[in-house]
T-cell receptor
Framework: NAGVTQTPKFRVLKTGQSMTLLCAQD?????MYWYRQDPGMGLRLIHY???????AKGEVPDGYNVSRLKKQNFLLGLESAAPSQTSVYFC??????????????FGPGTRLTVT | AQSVTQLGSHVSVSEGALVLLRCNYS??????LFWYVQYPNQGLQLLLK??????LVKGINGFEAEFKKSETSFHLTKPSAHMSDAAEYFC????????????FGTGTSLTVIP
């Protein structure tokens, strides 16, 4: 049981390049989330998904796209990277308890630098 | 939508001293409250969670938190700090009213002085 995994762990991009971050979970969780973490700002939600084939915008969605084609995978795409997207990205998954999203399980993070 | 406020972005305590990290949530009572810990260069790990079963919640590594509705607080405490407790701590709340999003505080960095 690997939990939540993220690939890659590190990446350096040049401005304007594109990339996709992959998140995978093996806990059969319905909900998945992408966050970015920047110093002094905590975690900010980029996009999330409440089930296979569904996605929704979070607090800071601009410049990112996501897809959830399979229940276990949640992809985060950057079409044209900008230096402002330099950050640590975390994926998380959670299940419902009483109709409410219960504790989140986090991946180890992806450290992205855009030059 | 819910909101979470963590007072004090940096807290320093001596080894063996009481640890108190503060968290206040918005006025509407959330169904679940959480404390997470993040060690350097790692993801977040759940410390404890409040699920309305009991107001005093015990977690891992000797931490506990008390839910106080009258104060809209969920402060994290540990009687005696260890060097290994040095980390970033995040308070969070889940909100079914906004599609089950989670809202995190901005975090408190705990330093333990030997």
């Amino acid at each position: 049981n690997a939990g939540v995994t993220q690939t890659p762990k590190f990446r350096v991009l040049k401005t304007g390049q594109s990339m996709t971050l992959l998140c995978a979970q093996d806990m059969n969780h319905e909900y998945m989330y992408w966050y970015r973490q920047d110093p002094g700002m905590g975690l900010r939600l980029i996009h999330y998904s409440v089930g296979e084939g569904t996605t929704a915008k979070g607090e800071v969605p601009d410049g990112y796209n996501v897809s959830r084609l399979k229940k276990q995978n949640f992809l985060l795409g950057l079409e044209s990277a900008a230096p402002s997207q330099t950050s640590v990205y975390f994926c998380a998954s959670s299940y419902l308890l009483g109709g409410v999203s219960y504790e989140q399980y986090f991946g180890p993070g992806t450290r992205l630098t855009v030059t | 939508a819910q909101s979470v406020t963590q007072l004090g972005s940096h807290v320093s305590v001596s080894e063996g001293a009481l640890v108190l990290l503060r968290c206040n949530y918005s006025s509407s009572v959330p169904p679940y409250l959480f404390w997470y810990v993040q060690y350097p260069n790692q993801g977040l790990q759940l410390l404890l969670k409040y699920t309305s079963a009991a107001t005093l919640v015990k977690g891992i590594n000797g931490f506990e938190a008390e839910f106080k509705k009258s104060e809209t607080s969920f402060h994290l405490t540990k009687p005696s700090a260890h060097m290994s407790d040095a980390a970033e701590y995040f308070c969070a709340v889940s909100d079914p009213g906004t599609g089950n999003q989670f809202y995190f505080g901005t975090g408190t960095s705990l330093t333990v002085i030997p």
